[in-house]
């Protein structure tokens, strides 16, 4: 075989055929062309656009996490503050109450010593009072009873009854 007849081949023989390898290759060169040309460049433009999208929205994501993440620790740092406020406030209040209650408990102690001071001062006076009042009639009795023994002469039984009508008349008198 002679290498003329593999360039030139037969249509029957079973050799390579070049000019149907030709032919395919300058179609299939074509059709790449065209394709780059018509599908190839919008397509990788659709692609690139879609690959900024998706960079784009992966980009906000993170941003957004971030931003998240900021407000959450933000808010922790809020709650603790609260949270420290709050004990603050309720400590203040106990102080303030106990305060509070210790005012009530001295001032209602000097007033119950105050109003004892001034109960004793009255019993006092009224007791010193009755004591004058019991002398006064003491002196009145003794004195009506000496004037009924002077005025006549009593015996023993004119005198019993005389102690006994000075001591009702006493008792009456109170």
Known sequence: MSFD?????????????????AATLFFFLLLM?????V???????IMTQRE????????????SRQD??????????LLKEARTEALAIVENA???????REEIITTARSEAARLKESAIREIDTEKERAIAAVREE?????VLAASKVLEKEVSEEDNRALI???????????
Do not use: C, H
Request: a negative charge; charged letters at 30%.
């Open 5 to 21: 007849y593999l360039i030139l081949g037969a249509a029957d023989s079973k050799g390579l055929n070049i000019l149907d390898i």
């Open 33 to 37: 062309f065209i394709l780059k040309k």
């Open 39 to 45: 599908a190839w460049g919008p397509l990788m433009g």
């Open 52 to 63: 900024e999208l998706i960079a784009g929205e992966i980009e906000a994501a993170e941003k």
């Open 68 to 77: 998240s993440q900021r407000v959450l620790e933000e808010q922790r740092d």
């Open 94 to 100: 106990k102080k303030q109450g106990e305060t509070s």
């Open 138 to 142: 003491v002196v009145s009795l003794s």
């Open 164 to 174: 006994e009508a000075t001591i009702a008349k006493a008792g009456e008198a109170n």
